[in-house]
């Protein structure tokens, strides 16, 4: 670390896990070891997870333990190559993901699911996370980013570390074709903004499904047709309103929100033979998809498919086409102190897009 001049690490830690309480500290800046990079985090997403984490809003038996780095949405600069280590190089931008780094070789790895991998490493879970300023990584791990990215593009790239791998490698997963229709759950937020955007860059069709005080935002990443999901007194009505705009239901409806109506409701959104996708997880004590009688799913051939996060080349795609231009997450800049305020915010739904950290 010869030339670095800061002797601290100012990071944002989950002081009393359970609830909304975050606290800003001090902790010594860490060497690099072998395999390893010290990366300068200048930016930091705050993903949905990140809330559940702190407030065990998943009723987990295990909590995450007090004095946790949450975060895995960040992005930053190298600044210090740990023994062996060629690439990335001093000075290079790279990302930091939820997975921080796998073993690459268990069977899950093998068969190209690194985010399944039995020895994984997450950000923000047990794991420090990217709520720091100083962040040692796995080399092999981090996603590089272009050089000749403008410094003031990094913040809007921090999301696409998470919220725009998990939409754009859910839609990738799917068997979807260009100007096919898909139905979005809770489009303008901060997985569901990027959704419309990464679906749209693909050639598909996207009808947004959120509150009516987020459909500008929709409208603006997109989306062809908005749908206001307090708008109708019944929920058949609202997804009758669906199967009307996209003449006769979704081949896809991406789950973006942690909405157990959501959920029920998408079932019915969608066309003959389509996939009902699920991403974000809902709170408190697990719930099945009230809806989802057997009877239906084979009647209608329906599936229902879980996705989590990408791997390493979903996403280097992933930054890719948001470098050039097809994606472009709608943010927010916040101090690390707000983080508790942050949350709160999360938890009455008042957030359009997504919050990012000034780490600087």
């Given at each position: 670390?010869?030339?670095?001049?800061?002797?601290?690490?100012?990071?944002?830690?989950?002081?009393?896990?359970?609830?909304?309480?975050?606290?800003?500290?001090?902790?010594?800046?860490?060497?690099?070891?072998?395999?390893?990079?010290?990366?300068?985090?200048?930016?930091?997403?705050v993903?949905?997870?990140d809330?559940?984490?702190?407030?065990?809003?998943?009723?987990?038996p295990?909590?995450?333990?007090?004095?946790?780095?949450?975060?895995?949405?960040?992005?930053?600069?190298?600044?210090?190559?740990?023994?062996?280590?060629?690439?990335?190089?001093?000075?290079?931008?790279?990302?930091?993901?939820?997975?921080?780094?796998?073993?690459?070789?268990c069977?899950?790895?093998?068969?190209?699911?690194?985010?399944?991998?039995?020895?994984?490493?997450?950000?923000?879970a047990?794991?420090?996370?990217?709520?720091?300023?100083?962040?040692?990584?796995?080399?092999?791990?981090?996603?590089?980013?272009?050089?000749?990215?403008?410094?003031?593009?990094?913040?809007?790239?921090?999301?696409?570390?998470?919220?725009?791998?998990t939409?754009?490698?859910?839609?990738?997963?799917?068997?979807?074709?260009?100007?096919?229709?898909?139905?979005?759950?809770?489009?303008?937020?901060?997985?569901?903004?990027?959704?419309i955007?990464?679906?749209?860059?693909?050639?598909y069709?996207?009808?947004?499904?959120?509150?009516?005080?987020?459909?500008?935002m929709?409208?603006?990443?997109?989306?062809?047709?908005?749908?206001?999901?307090?708008?109708?007194?019944?929920?058949?009505?609202?997804?009758?309103?669906?199967?009307?705009?996209?003449?006769?239901?979704?081949?896809?409806?991406?789950?973006?929100?942690?909405?157990?109506?959501?959920?029920a409701?998408?079932?019915?959104?969608?066309?003959?033979?389509?996939?009902?996708?699920?991403?974000?997880?809902p709170?408190?004590?697990?719930?099945?998809?009230?809806?989802?009688?057997?009877?239906?799913?084979?009647?209608?051939?329906?599936?229902?498919?879980?996705?989590?996060?990408?791997?390493?080349?979903?996403?280097?795609?992933?930054?890719?086409?948001?470098?050039?231009?097809?994606?472009?997450?709608?943010?927010?800049?916040?101090?690390?102190?707000?983080?508790?305020?942050?949350?709160?915010?999360?938890?009455?739904?008042?957030?359009?897009?997504?919050?990012?950290?000034?780490?600087?």
């Amino acid at each position: 670390m010869e030339g670095l001049q800061v002797k601290v690490n100012k990071a944002v830690i989950y002081s009393k896990p359970g609830t909304m309480e975050t606290e800003v500290v001090e902790l010594p800046i860490e060497a690099p070891g072998p395999g390893q990079v010290l990366v300068r985090v200048l930016y930091s997403g705050v993903c949905h997870t990140d809330y559940s984490l702190c407030t065990n809003s998943w009723k987990a038996p295990v909590t995450v333990p007090k004095g946790q780095i949450g975060g895995h949405e960040g992005v930053g600069q190298v600044i210090s190559q740990g023994p062996g280590v060629v690439n990335p190089k001093v000075g290079a931008k790279v990302g930091i993901k939820y997975v921080a780094s796998a073993c690459l070789s268990c069977r899950y790895c093998l068969l190209g699911k690194e985010v399944n991998c039995i020895a994984a490493k997450l950000s923000g879970a047990f794991h420090p996370g990217t709520f720091q300023q100083f962040l040692v990584a796995a080399s092999n791990y981090v996603t590089l980013i272009p050089d000749n990215v403008a410094d003031d593009a990094l913040p809007g790239l921090a999301p696409i570390m998470c919220a725009g791998i998990t939409v754009y490698t859910a839609l990738k997963n799917t068997d979807l074709r260009p100007g096919d229709w898909v139905a979005i759950s809770g489009g303008g937020g901060g997985l569901g903004h990027l959704a419309i955007q990464y679906a749209k860059a693909m050639g598909y069709l996207v009808v947004a499904l959120d509150v009516g005080g987020k459909e500008s935002m929709c409208i603006e990443a997109g989306a062809d047709h908005f749908v206001d999901v307090l708008g109708f007194t019944k929920s058949e009505e609202l997804c009758q309103q669906v199967v009307k705009l996209t003449g006769g239901g979704a081949r896809v409806a991406l789950v973006c929100t942690s909405s157990n109506a959501a959920y029920a409701q998408a079932i019915y959104c969608l066309d003959q033979a389509g996939t009902l996708v699920c991403l974000g997880v809902p709170e408190g004590e697990p719930r099945p998809i009230e809806t989802a009688s057997v009877p239906l799913l084979v009647s209608r051939q329906i599936r229902i498919i879980g996705s989590k996060v990408g791997d390493r080349a979903d996403a280097h795609e992933c930054v890719r086409m948001a470098v050039n231009g097809a994606v472009q997450a709608h943010y927010q800049l916040r101090k690390m102190e707000e983080l508790s305020d942050v949350f709160a915010e999360m938890e009455e739904g008042n957030i359009s897009g997504r919050v990012v950290l000034d780490l600087r």
